[in-house]
C-alpha cells in the first residue's frame, strides 16, 4: 500500500527556501553576457529510489574514515613501530655480535607485527567489513524503496514501512556512488543506497538535501511525524484499533561502539606507557620512568572502569511513544520516527504482567506498558494480538 504524497506547508515553505537562491544564481547568470556558461542546475529537492541494497553498494559506499577504521589505523601504526623496533634489535644483533642460536627464535618474533598488519588490513578491508555487517544485520540486504525529500526519508520494505526525521539523519553522507544513510536510531549500521537504485541520482541534490536535515528544526520534525502517523492510520483504517500513548522508560546496555573503541585505544596506550617506563632498554632517568608508570597506570585505570561499563553497567533512557495496533499492524511513533510492520515480523514476545517487549525479526524491540492503553481489556487485548502472531511465526519457523 503506497503512502499518499500529499505535503505539508512546511515542506513547501522549506522547498521554497532551498530552491529560490538557486534560481536566484541561475536568474543571474542569464543576465550577465559576460560569465562564462554554467551547466544545467538541478534544483530538486527529492529523489525517489527503487531496487535491491546489495553487497557491492555496501563496498562501495563503505566509510573510510569512521571510528572503527581509525582505530585499526592506530593499531596498524603501533604495530609498525613494534615491528621496525625489533627488526633493528635483531639486525644490530647480527651486525655486531654475529649468527647466534637465539638470533633465528628472534627473527620468528620478528615476523609476528608483520603478521598482525597483515592480519589487521585483511580484517579492514572495505570488502570484509561489508560481509561482516550483512551476516550480522541480513535485513539490511534485499528490495527497498522509498523517497528521500527536505522531510527526512520514507522506506518501504515489504509491508513494513518507516520514517525517519531528519534530525536523525545528520550523520548520513552520500558520495558519487549513492547515499550512506545511517541512523541514529540504529548505532553500529547504516543503509547502503546505491546511485542505480535511484531515478535519476545527483549528488549535488542529495547534498543539498543533507544540508537542509542538519539545518532543520525539531518542531518540524515533530509536526512531520504527526502528518506521517495520520497519513498511514487513513490508508489502513481499523475499525478494531487499540490506540497507546505514553512514556517508555528502560534500561539499556552501554554495550556500544563507541565506549568500546575508546576502551581499547586507553588500554593500548598503557601498555605503551607502561613498556617505556618499566622495560630496561629503554635508557631513562628515574623521574621520566615514574611519569610513564604513573600515566600508564592512571590508563589502566580508566580503562578498567570503561570495560566494566561496556560489560555489566547499563543506562536508563526514556521517550515519549504512541501509536495503533490494529488487525494486521502495528504503527508507533517515538524518537522523531514512525515505523508500522505488519504482525508476521513479530519473532517474540516477553509479558511481564505490565510491561510487554516485542522483539521484531531484525531483533529491533518494542516496547509497550499498561499505562499506555486507557482499559484493562485493551491491554489484554494488546498483549493476546502480540503474543498470538508471535506463536503463528514460531510454528511456521519450525
Known amino acids: 500500500m503506497l503512502i499518499t504524497r500529499s ?42 529510489f527503487d531496487g535491491i541494497a546489495e553487497l557491492d553498494d555496501y563496498i562501495g559506499l563503505m566509510p573510510k574514515r569512521d571510528s572503527e577504521g581509525n582505530l585499526f589505523l592506530i593499531l596498524l601504526f603501533t604495530q609498525g613501530l613494534v615491528a621496525i623496533a625489533v627488526w633493528s634489535g635483531v639486525i644490530f644483533q647480527i651486525v655486531v655480535r654475529g649468527w647466534r642460536g637465539e638470533t633465528a627464535l628472534g627473527i620468528v618474533f620478528a615476523f609476528c607485527p608483520l603478521a598482525g598488519m597483515w592480519f589487521a588490513w585483511r580484517y579492514q578491508r572495505p570488502m570484509n567489513r561489508a560481509k561482516r555487517m550483512l551476516k550480522r544485520f541480513p535485513h539490511l540486504a534485499g528490495p527497498i524503496t522509498g523517497e528521500i525529500s527536505l522531510d527526512g526519508i520514507i522506506l518501504r520494505q515489504g509491508q513494513n514501512r518507516h520514517w525517519y526525521a531528519p534530525q536523525s539523519l545528520t550523520r548520513s553522507d552520500c558520495t558519487e556512488r549513492g547515499f550512506r544513510l545511517r541512523l541514529a536510531s540504529l548505532p553500529g549500521r547504516w543503509i547502503a543506497l546505491g546511485a542505480r ?131 494486521q499492524h502495528i504503527a508507533i511513533l517515538y524518537d522523531n520516527m514512525c515505523v508500522q510492520f505488519a504482525f508476521d515480523q513479530i ?52
Open 197 to 327: 537504485n535511484f531515478d535519476g541520482y545527483s549528488e549535488h541534490v542529495a547534498f543539498r538535501i543533507l544540508q537542509s536535515w542538519r539545518e532543520s528544526s525539531l518542531a518540524v520534525a515533530k509536526e512531520k511525524a504527526q502528518l506521517v502517523l495520520n497519513d498511514w492510520r487513513r490508508a489502513d483504517t481499523q475499525e478494531q484499533s487499540i490506540d497507546f500513548k505514553g512514556t517508555v522508560n528502560r534500561a539499556e546496555s552501554l554495550r556500544v561502539p563507541a565506549i568500546r573503541n575508546v576502551a581499547i585505544l586507553q588500554s593500548i596506550g598503557a601498555c605503551v606507557f607502561l613498556l617505556i617506563g618499566l622495560y630496561p632498554g629503554v635508557k631513562l632517568d628515574q623521574l621520566q620512568n615514574a611519569i610513564f608508570i604513573v600515566l600508564g597506570g592512571l590508563l589502566v585505570l580508566t580503562s578498567s572502569r570503561l570495560w566494566w561499563s561496556y560489560f555489566f553497567s547499563a543506562q536508563v533512557r526514556s521517550w515519549e511513544q504512541e501509536g495503533w495496533l490494529g488487525d
Open 347 to 398: 519473532k517474540s514476545c516477553v509479558d511481564q504482567g505490565d510491561d510487554l517487549t516485542v522483539s521484531l525479526e531484525d531483533d529491533s524491540p518494542c516496547y509497550f506498558s499498561r499505562s499506555m492503553v486507557e482499559t484493562d481489556n485493551a491491554w489484554e487485548e494488546l498483549k493476546r494480538r502480540c503474543a498470538s502472531n508471535a506463536n503463528k511465526n514460531d510454528l511456521s519457523a519450525h
Open 7 to 48: 505535503r505539508p506547508w512546511s515542506y513547501d515553505l522549506r522547498a521554497r527556501d532551498v530552491i529560490e537562491p538557486i534560481k536566484a544564481s541561475i536568474r543571474i547568470d542569464k543576465e550577465n553576457p559576460y560569465r562564462p556558461s554554467q551547466p544545467d542546475i538541478d534544483i530538486r529537492v527529492e529523489l525517489v
